[in-house]
């Protein structure tokens, strides 16, 4: 029985990372810290995890990718990007969101938090609807015991593993979750008038 071959990749927040999971072993993963270019970045560096691991897109039997929540631009990249792979490839994407992914890789009791604009973090409570907490709220849990951030390199293997169990469920294709709207408005000047 051949093992199940997992790429998976996230560009939620200042990163592109990419990780090559095959059976219960990582075969190859990159990270790279950037703030802008993820979107120009993102499959060059799957390409180069590919490579690595001496696989190809033919030989994936699913895609992981990192849903956020996070950076609002940065995870529409992934997302689409996993969604034009599996519909291209014929095989499944998954989405799993952060919290999930830093939970399991955790050793430890701890609250699972991304960190959000301005000092805010976003948090899920079980069984509850994710939000962006306050930086009070933040340090009253940090009071009552330890909180979990993402470490993109963490994050992006995490993403594998938990892709590779969900991936045979028929999991739906993957979505943003966006905890809040975007920062961009539209802009308030009139639309322009089309003339004849």
Known sequence: MTKPLVLSFDTSAAHVAAALLCGDDIIAHKVEEMKRGQAERLMPLVQEVLAEGRKSFADLDAIGVGVGPGNFTGIRISVSAARGLALGLGI???????????????EYPAVPVVPGPRG?????PKDGVPYLASEEELIDIMEDGALATPKADSLVVQIARLAAQRYKGSPARPAPL????????PP?????????
Do not use: C, M, T
Not at 92 to 106: M, R, T
Not at 188 to 196: E, G, M, N, T, Y
């Open 178 to 185: 966006y905890v809040k709207p975007a920062d961009a408005a």
């Open 120 to 124: 805010q973090g976003y948090l899920s």
């Open 188 to 196: 308030k000047d009139p639309a322009p008038v089309i003339l004849p």
């Open 92 to 106: 499944p994407a998954v989405g799993v969101n952060s919290f999930d992914a830093i939970e399991a890789g955790l």
